[in-house]
């Protein structure tokens, strides 16, 4: 018998039709014999209303009373879909995120999970019971309703599924899987069968939007196996596909892998900005404090490049920022322009970072100079660069991007 975490997103329980579809799905897994807790978002566009609701009411709201409103977004579609699975004959009911308990730290808004006791869950699992868990949230030390931040529902499976000792946690959502590339940018982008979990992190930070970050965090932490899918597919379907698993992408252990690609995607993020500062003294403690009142300002930096001038007395140091904070991590430098003595500060924002990401660029020499020659070939300038053992980014004019990702696609062999 197989144990499953069956996630839905916003999409996947947009109206009562598609919650009907949604379990179908369930119903099918039950069917065959497994173990089944459901993990469900609000319906499409519900928590944005209810944000809204909140900024309206006061734009300066308790963040608690905050988390009890846009909170219940998710327990009415858990509360829906356990009624239409008991319609179906099947036993089910609905759990909040308190009742299992699902503990969160004191971050309201943007909590982190602590700990979740699955010990009722798999008493109930074992009875037969399909367990409709309400995503998104938890408990907070204030014994308050705390929620997780925007895709939380993803970390909550996977947080659920290593607490029940799942076999595995599906991810259903409105893509069958993760492709080497996006399709709408390279039509010859191929659905991967399978990736580690650590290509698939590094895809979902640098700009691939089919899992939340934390949530693939969590995942590659427990060891829990994670399966990407289609919640449009027909539920009767066969689910018999590559590896034995139905059409979709298993996110797993390397070692699980059989034939590693050197290069196994090429991910792009188009919310970055540069910032670079002119002309500053090449002195000890200077990127500290450049970086440190950044850090002060809860501003993420990410790639940084430094340029010594030829007598030694200068610097340049150029970085990016989310360009959210484009803007602010500009008056955070200004304010900070006579303890770091710079001469000028530019920026721009009409840039985007081009990721090439694969386990198989550890044993491999010449992964780099490929990809730099095959932009130089097509025109590319590079603005700034940054490496790790199974990833290169680029930053490059945001005008180039479809020629740069179809341009690399290409040359690491992706195109289907």
Avoid at 130 to 135: E, P, W
Avoid at 325 to 330: F, G, K, T
Wanted: hydrophobic letters at 45%; aromatic letters at 4%; glycine letters at 10%.
């Amino acid at each position: 018998m197989t144990r499953l975490v069956l996630k839905f997103g916003g999409t996947s329980v947009a109206n009562l039709e598609r919650i009907r579809n949604v379990a179908r799905h369930v119903k099918r897994e039950v069917e065959a014999g497994n173990q089944v807790a459901v993990v469900v978002s609000a319906m499409a566009g519900e928590t944005n209303k209810l944000v809204g609701l909140c900024r309206e009411a006061s734009a300066l709201h308790d963040a608690r009373e905050y988390d009890a409103v846009v909170s219940s977004g998710e327990q009415v579609t858990s509360g829906v879909l356990a009624i239409v699975l008991q319609d179906m004959g099947i036993d089910a009911r609905s759990w909040q995120g308190w009742q299992i308990a699902l503990r969160t730290d004191a971050s309201h808004g943007a909590a982190r999970i602590t700990d979740i006791d699955g010990g009722t869950l798999i008493e109930r699992l074992e009875q037969g019971q399909v367990a409709v868990v309400a995503g998104f949230q938890g408990v907070a030390p204030d014994n308050r309703i705390a929620t997780l931040g925007r895709g939380g529902s993803d970390t909550s499976a996977v947080a659920l599924a290593a607490a029940i000792k799942a076999d595995r946690c599906d991810i259903y959502t409105d893509v069958d899987g993760v492709y080497t590339t996006d399709p709408r940018i390279v039509p010859r982008a191929r659905r991967l069968d399978r990736i580690a979990f650590e290509e698939m992190l590094e895809m979902a930070s640098l700009g691939a939007k089919v899992l939340q970050v934390r949530s693939v965090e969590m995942a590659m932490v427990h060891g829990v196996r994670t399966f990407v899918r289609s919640s449009f597919d027909d539920p009767d379907a066969p689910q018999v596909g590559a590896g034995g698993l139905p059409p979709g992408t298993l996110i797993c252990d390397e070692d699980e892998i059989v034939e590693q690609q050197v290069v196994t995607g090429i991910a792009f993020a188009k919310d970055e900005a540069q910032v670079s500062i002119r002309n500053v003294a090449d002195k000890p403690g200077v990127a500290s404090t450049v970086f440190g009142s950044l850090a002060e300002a809860n501003i993420n930096v990410d790639m940084i490049v430094q340029n010594i001038s030829p007598d030694g007395r200068t610097t340049d140091i150029t970085f990016t920022v989310p360009e959210g904070d484009y803007e602010r991590a500009l008056g955070v430098l200004e304010e900070q322009r006579e303890a770091i003595g710079y001469e000028a500060i530019e920026g721009a924002r009409d840039v985007v970072k081009v990721s090439v990401i694969g386990m198989g660029m550890r044993s491999h020499a010449g992964i780099a100079a490929r990809c730099f020659q095959g932009l130089a070939d097509k025109g590319i300038n590079i603005r700034a660069i940054t490496t790790s053992e199974i990833k290169i980014s680029v930053l490059i004019d945001s005008a180039y991007t479809e020629l740069a990702v179809r341009t690399l696609h290409s040359l690491y062999g992706l195109d289907g």
